[in-house]
């Protein structure tokens, strides 16, 4: 009996652990995205469907090397995050925060029909990094995918935390966060820096997708639910706030098993979103708390 | 018709021959083309264009962007396809009925939520509604789970019912026209004008004495009601539900039609949901092409004309006219 | 000249048009099937497939003079796997293109939305979906062709009662076509001797399937069986797998398709399905008369399309060759054909032998389903 509770315990933290990385690759990307230009991008969803999709193709089906699908991945989804840079920061300077957003919105369903006509809308997937055998602790069991899942995305945001801390770019993206404004005046090349946010960002969601889809598999049209999941995640924590986004990611992930383990799995974002709206109310900037909101500086969501 | 004593009377005068001039046009249309497949589209413009003009109404007067109105039309669908199918109440009588718990389960939320404001409104009214799709999949019970309720009864009363696209198009586009006369006649009252100043910025109006509070949900009840109909509308026209009326996507695509439309104009989201129905339509059959086309046509919409399409459009043609004159 | 004259001659005139028209359309004029497909999103390699077997047929037939001099014109339209598309793709096809009967849809959820508007259209339809829910309750005209969650189930329950399990988990999808297997699989529970001690419903949308497969592990069930569609078996086996949960695992005859065994990939080894014989045309015994049938159609499809066709292919080209057969017999006048497809009897087609009839438009028995086991990567003939 014991030991059932023990593995039950086990079983929930890596669980909580695994899908926990997989929402704060994402949370953590919209985080970065949001800080550098007050907006929610409904499209981080498909920087990990595109990097999916084509380590699924190129790797899974046609059998390149890993490391060169992954390559090629990656290459994918910079010019993605390029792409996004230019139609919602330059060419959209002078749009109000809706406009921006919907933007974003065209982009995600855009990538999506684009995405179903390149490849096509069924379910892909490619073998795990170390093969299918379940790991066994007492009873609880993980997939050694799972391991890699959680090891990479901890890397990744330790050094995406140092990068902002240590280096002068990263300071630069801090300083673009907190005023855009004072940050031209004393010389930092906002624009460069927004980019430098996007292609961050979307490298953490080409690592999201590249690690995940050999568990969950990956559909042309799996990106948008992706980005909610992502923003509620991120929003939970507190906007712009890289450890926020984490946080409130592995919170998600973690009501999120204990309902399905002791409950139903029907009813699993019941709790959820139940918890976003409370803290929201009681804790607007989230429950690590975000850093100078641009967002509340433009509270009229329609004004230019 | 409170609201009419505050509002100009010129105002209310000139949206009444708008509208009543609209209407008759609409009337027309089947006496000139005749019966055909297009009156099927023409109903489904009538009742989207009800939980589009709700948002417009929020947006346009409060500056703010709810993603519940999907959740709205699906409560006000369920509610009145529960009422007259599981009790047998009259269909005109059920939506009527459904609308009130769409404004109790509005002022609730509302009381709750509108303390928010920008992206934390937004996905705060999001949570909700992905809540409501929660509990519709969930409660299979009353609202028969994923697979929704078929045979719904027909709008009518009194023993005669609608069975034919005519029909429909004859008892649905009055009732559209009605409510967008009355969203006009709201934005020009004083109610409107109050709400245009709090958005402008709460302090000052405060100190005016206007409760921002009160009026916020008032008009948070209101523009959700307008949601709440068209799902009423929407359940006894096609006679069946499922969780997808009203889903996450559907609000989406209500914000779609804002962005076409222009986020504060009524007339303008009636135009957008006209597009957005002939995409549908025209692109039946190619459902990938129908995303990217959809997609791209948003972008460069936001990018080209910032407030929306017609706003945008209609600014272009002024400019032109001033520029023959000068 | 008086009136009455006149208007005799105009009457006569009328007429002697009207039935010049009317043999003209008997002629000439093509005839007109619809077929909402879902041919985008998770579930399109299903449409995909009955239009390609549906668009080979059409070619055939017109090749060779179609149907009593008229040809046949397919009108496609995607439902995109959504219930409210397909009712409004349906109201097209019936009211815009006017067409004398429809072959479809396939998902489980479409069938049941769109059936009040092709019965109250007076369409004659074959639904080519796999719940019972699309005949039940019968309508005048409507037919179901592929095996449907009534004698899949009870199939089913034969055989793990027969092999001693009787203890089972159930889980299964929050969709219709989920709803029509819990149904079934609860209703026929007791009557085959077989207890249900774990039931759960799931979403679709889940990509994390293990909390819930533990806690099926956790049970005292013998067998796990999986009632879902789409992407959802694949994630299923695959978590099945991950987890470490070793009853045998039971799929519903969706997961019949190359597709899942692509996905789930080494992890299918061992699991089990129910279905039509169609996967497996080749274990046959040779006095099966559908083993000739399914032959040529798999080895003409893949030699067309360069891939192996599915179950969905197979269920449109049966109600293809139905729904022409009874039109050669009494033209598209709609209650001559509804009757003419009622009176179908013992057609040997690919997902059983067919036999409709006043109380059945099922048109299978428990005859046409076996169980199916995948060993080395392909499906097996078990029983």
Redesign the interface.
Known sequence: MTSLIVSDLIQIVMTTLTVGSMYALIAVGVSLIYSATGVINFAQGEFVMLSGMTVASLYGSMGWPLTTAIAVALVVVLFYAALLTLLTSILAARISLIGVLIITIGASIATQGIAARIWDSDTHRFAPFSGEDPIRILDATISPQALWIVGVTAICIAGLIWFMRSTMAGKAMRACSLDQAAATMVGIPVKATVLLSFTLSGLLGAVGGILTTPLTTIDANSGMLLAIKGFTAAMLGGMGSIPGALFGALLIAFVETVTVTVGSSAFKELPTFTIIILVLLFLPRGLVGGRNEIGLQHEDLTRQ | MSILTFIKQDAVHLNTARVALFLTAILLVPVVFGIGYYLNMMIFIAILSLPAMGLSLLSGLSGQLAISHGAFFAIGAYASAILSTNIGINPVLSTLLAQMIVALVAAAIGAVVLRLRSHYLAIATLSFAIIVELVIKEWSGLTGGMQGMLNIPAMGALGREATSDIQYYYIYWPITALLLLFALNLSSSRIGRALRAIREGEPIVDSLGIQAAEYKIGIYIISSVFAGVGGALYAHFVGFVTPATGSIMFAIEIIMVLALGGFDRLWGALVGVVLITLLNEYALGFADYKKIILGVTLIAVMLVFPRGLLPGLIDLARSNKYGRTA | MNIKKLSLTALALGASILTYTSAFAQDGAPIRFGAPLI???????AGEAGKRTLDVLVDTVNAAGGINGRPVEMI???T?G????A???V??LV??DRVDAVLGPIAS?EA??V???LDRAGVPTLMLSATR?SVDPQTDCMFKLPADDAIVVSKLYEYLVSAGLTKIAVIS????F??GGHRELEEQASAAGIEIVFD????M????????L??V??SDAQALINWSS??AP??VT?TV????LEIPLIHSHAALSP?VLK?A???AEGMLAAGAKFEAADSLPDDDPQKAVIQEYRASYEAAFGEAPNQFGAGAYDAFKILTAAIGQVGTETKALCHAIESTSNYVGLGGIYTYSESDHAGLGTDSVIVYQVRSGAWHIVK
């Open positions: 041919l985008s999103g998770p579930g399109a390699f496609y339209y995607d995109e959504k219930p409210d598309v009712v409004r793709v109201n097209r009211k815009s959820w049941v939305a059936k009040q508007a829910a999808t929050l969709d219709g989920g709803d759960e419903r799931f979403s949308e889940d990509t994390d399937l293990a909390p819930l533990n806690k592990k956790r789409s992407r694949v994630i695959n797998r991950q987890i470490g597709a996905g990939g080494e992890n």
